[in-house]
């Protein structure tokens, strides 16, 4: 069975920092396109970061660029979002999605970014 | 960053159709397509669609996908109490070299 978990997700001030991490069972995470996306509390899906298979393309929404950084290990089967610079606007459920379309999720991760 | 336009909300009743629509630009549907996802709160989204209209295993044919010009389509036929949900495109921008998803369609079977 495939399975995809996140983790990493927790109550943190504004200012500060977070890594979310995905790890998968069951699939090669090296063969897809790896995305972060986001839902905020009683708003839509929100497209945050994706990287390439190999890790040489990165791409990120203008909200998050200079304080995200999406990376990859793929001989560990995972990936991560170093989150810095937290806001409050950046509280969300973080969902780890992969493939050219979003194929296959994670259950997501709860950030809560509140003094 | 711009995303792509979906109708808020549609009612219809059990074992109709609905249509949904996904309106972009030639930048990203009009170039790309759009994927379409199901979204069931508290659970993770599943995707229906692929960009090019094709069903991931599993699927049932009860959803089937077009497009035409910078406009998407999904379709539901046989409406079933289980496809109220939120229902969102996606796909590839060109321009704004991002990922963008629709802004959301609530779908409530009747």
């Known amino acids: 069975d495939v399975q995809v978990v996140e983790s990493g997700g927790d109550l943190v001030q504004p200012g500060g920092s977070l890594r979310l991490s995905c790890a998968a069972s069951?699939?090669?995470?090296?063969?897809?396109?790896m995305s972060w996306v986001r839902q905020a509390p009683g708003k839509g899906l929100e497209w945050v970061a994706n990287?390439?298979?190999?890790?040489?393309?990165?791409y990120y929404v203008d909200s998050v660029k200079g304080r995200f950084i999406i990376y990859r290990d793929n001989a560990k089967n995972s990936l991560h979002l170093q989150m810095n610079s937290l806001r409050a606007e950046d509280t969300a459920v973080y969902f780890c999605?992969?493939?050219?379309?979003?194929?296959?999720w994670g259950q997501g991760t709860l950030v809560t970014v509140s003094s | 960053q711009a995303g792509l336009t979906q109708p808020p909300s549609v009612s219809k009743g059990l074992r109709e159709t609905v249509t949904l629509t996904c309106t972009g630009n030639?930048?990203?549907?009009?170039?790309?397509?759009a994927a379409w996802l199901q979204h069931h709160q508290g659970h993770p989204p599943k995707l229906l669609s692929y960009?090019?209209?094709n069903r991931p295993s599993g699927i049932s044919e009860r959803f089937s996908a077009s497009r035409s010009g910078n406009t998407a389509s999904l379709t539901i036929t046989g409406l079933q109490p289980e496809d109220g949900a939120d229902y969102y495109c996606?796909?590839?921008?060109?321009?704004?070299?991002?990922?963008?998803f629709g802004t959301g369609t609530k779908v409530t079977v009747l």
């Open positions: 030639s930048y990203n549907v009009g170039n790309e397509g």
């Open positions: 069951g699939l090669s995470l090296r063969n897809y396109w």
């Open positions: 996606s796909t590839w921008d060109y321009s704004l070299r991002a990922y963008v």
């Open positions: 960009r090019n209209n």
């Open positions: 990287i390439k298979p190999d890790g040489s393309e990165k």
């Open positions: 999605t992969g493939g050219d379309d979003p194929d296959f």
